[in-house]
């Protein structure tokens, strides 16, 4: 059996060692690797909405969340349940994926407005108290400018992604849209938490 291997010429501390080349797999699947590697930086990593880890990781965590709404039951879009969920901070980055899922080819990423209003200051086109948010969600607005939702989300989203709109309220992002509509009154105060009772 022939040895194709050869030794280096030099040594360490009298240690010899022999040249021998990684297997040819080995090799092809590296340089693969480094093929593959720009359409995967494009794809995942540069820039398109939906597509990084993040954003996955999100999308995910909702569809988890709605099999935790049976601990919250059927909420109703009122303006207490606005209200309070908007000061929840775990149920409104829920809302905030429901809204970076369907909302920012209108409205921005952080609700800075594009081609719907800013979402983020204090002047309201469609809304003159804080239930009108999922009223609008709800059934649309502007001659179906802004479309209806409720044949595309759960009740319950519509309440949290309400939450999370009523929340963004006064944050004023830089480089938003102006105002478009009228200022409106502030939101009610976020109403006590409704006490637990008791187990027998």
Request: with cysteine; glycine share 10%; aromatic share 12%.
């Amino acid at each position: 059996m022939t040895d194709n291997n050869h030794k280096l010429d030099h040594s360490y501390d009298g240690i010899e060692e022999y040249d021998n080349p990684l297997p040819g797999w080995w090799k092809w699947l590296f340089v693969a690797s480094i093929a593959f590697s720009p359409m995967y930086w494009v794809f995942y990593h540069g820039g398109a909405e939906g597509r990084s880890v993040h954003d996955i990781y999100d999308v995910a965590l909702a569809e988890n969340t709605r099999l935790q709404f049976a601990e919250i039951g059927d909420l109703e879009p009122n303006a207490e349940t606005i209200v309070r969920y908007s000061h929840k901070k775990n149920w409104v980055r829920v809302g905030e994926v429901i809204f970076k899922t369907n909302c920012i080819s209108c409205h921005g990423r952080n609700g800075e407005g594009m081609v719907g209003p800013n979402l983020t200051d204090e002047y309201f086109k469609y809304i003159q108290n804080v239930e009108d948010i999922a009223k609008v969600v709800t059934n649309g607005a502007g001659g179906n400018a802004m479309p209806a939702w409720k044949t595309r989300l759960h009740p319950n989203e519509i309440v949290l992604v309400s939450a999370y709109v009523a929340s963004l309220r006064g944050e004023n992002v830089e480089g938003g849209k102006g105002p478009d509509g009228r200022e409106i009154p502030p939101w009610p105060e976020a109403p006590p938490e409704p006490e637990k009772e008791a187990t027998p």
